[in-house]
C-alpha cells in the first residue's frame, strides 16, 4: 500500500467529513453542518479550505436549492454516479462481481450494509474507510482511483458546490502515475463500458440514500 501524505488521524477526519457532505443534503445533514465546521477548522489547510467551501455554500444557501443541485449535479449525469465500480465496469455483468468483492471486504471487516446500500458508493466508502477499516478502504478508493478522478474533473467544470469536497479526498491521495492516468484518459475518451444484456440490477443506479446520512 503506497505511502500517503497525512497521518490516520488526518484521513479519518477528512474521509468522514467528506463522507457527510457528498450525501444527499437532507435536514439532518444541515444540522450537523456547524460540528463539521468545527472538525474540519482542526484539518491542515490544503484539505481544510475545499471542505469549508462546501459547509459554506449548503449553509447559505435553501435546502430545497440544494437538494435540487445535488440531483442535477450527481443523478442525471453519468459523469456525475457517486458509484464508484460504475466507472470501472460500466453497465456490464463485471459491476455485479466488482460489488461482491467490496461486499465481503466489509463483510470480513464487521460492517453489514442495509438493503438501500449498494457497497460502492462513495459515501459508504469513505464511512467504511474512515471510521472501520483504513486500509481496506483505502485499497477500494485506489482501486477505483480513475473514476474518482473523472467524478473530480466533472465536479470542476461544472463548478460545483461538491467540489472542494472531493478536492479535500484526492489530497489525500498519492499523485496519479502511469496506468492511472491512462485509465482517467480513457475514461474521458470513451466513458464507461456499456453492455445491454442481463444488467439487472448492476446497471447504472439511481441513488441510494443511506438512512440518516453517511456519519
Known amino acids: 500500500m503506497p505511502?500517503?501524505?497525512?497521518?490516520?488521524?488526518?484521513?479519518?477526519?477528512?474521509?468522514?467529513?467528506?463522507?457527510?457532505?457528498?450525501?444527499?443534503?437532507?435536514d439532518e445533514l444541515i444540522s450537523h453542518l456547524n460540528l463539521l465546521t468545527e472538525v474540519v477548522a482542526t484539518l491542515p489547510t490544503k484539505l481544510s479550505t475545499g471542505l469549508q467551501q462546501t459547509i459554506d455554500h449548503l449553509s447559505t444557501h435553501p435546502i430545497y436549492e440544494s437538494q435540487s443541485n445535488y440531483v442535477d449535479t450527481f443523478d442525471?449525469?453519468?459523469?456525475?454516479?457517486?458509484?464508484?465500480?460504475?466507472?470501472?465496469?460500466?453497465?456490464?455483468?463485471?459491476?455485479?462481481?466488482?460489488?461482491?468483492?467490496?461486499?465481503?471486504?466489509?463483510?470480513?471487516?464487521?460492517?453489514?450494509?442495509?438493503?438501500?446500500?449498494?457497497?460502492?458508493?462513495?459515501?459508504?466508502v469513505l464511512e467504511f474507510a474512515a471510521t472501520t477499516?483504513?486500509?481496506?478502504?483505502?485499497?477500494?478508493?485506489?482501486?477505483?482511483?480513475?473514476?474518482?478522478?473523472?467524478?473530480?474533473?466533472?465536479?470542476?467544470?461544472?463548478?460545483?458546490?461538491?467540489?472542494?469536497?472531493l478536492e479535500a479526498?484526492?489530497?489525500?491521495?498519492?499523485?496519479?502515475?502511469?496506468?492511472?492516468?491512462?485509465?482517467?484518459?480513457q475514461l474521458i475518451a470513451e466513458g464507461p463500458e456499456d453492455e445491454e444484456v442481463g444488467l439487472s440490477p448492476y446497471g447504472m443506479p439511481d441513488l441510494l440514500r443511506m438512512p440518516g446520512g453517511a456519519g
Not at 488526518?10 to 437532507?26: C, N
Open 3 to 26: 505511502k500517503l501524505k497525512y497521518p490516520p488521524d488526518v484521513l479519518t477526519r477528512t474521509w468522514q467529513a467528506t463522507s457527510m457532505l457528498m450525501d444527499y443534503p437532507d
Open 169 to 185: 479526498v484526492c489530497a489525500t491521495l498519492p499523485a496519479l502515475k502511469g496506468k492511472d492516468h491512462e485509465a482517467v484518459e
Open 76 to 124: 442525471t449525469r453519468r459523469r456525475g454516479c457517486l458509484f464508484l465500480t460504475y466507472f470501472s465496469n460500466g453497465e456490464t455483468r463485471k459491476r455485479g462481481m466488482a460489488l461482491l468483492r467490496i461486499k465481503q471486504v466489509y463483510t470480513a471487516a464487521g460492517l453489514v450494509l442495509t438493503n438501500d446500500q449498494l457497497p460502492d458508493h462513495l459515501c459508504v
Open 133 to 165: 477499516n483504513q486500509q481496506a478502504g483505502l485499497k477500494i478508493i485506489l482501486d477505483n482511483r480513475a473514476g474518482l478522478e473523472l467524478l473530480r474533473l466533472h465536479l470542476n467544470e461544472t463548478d460545483s458546490p461538491w467540489r472542494g469536497a
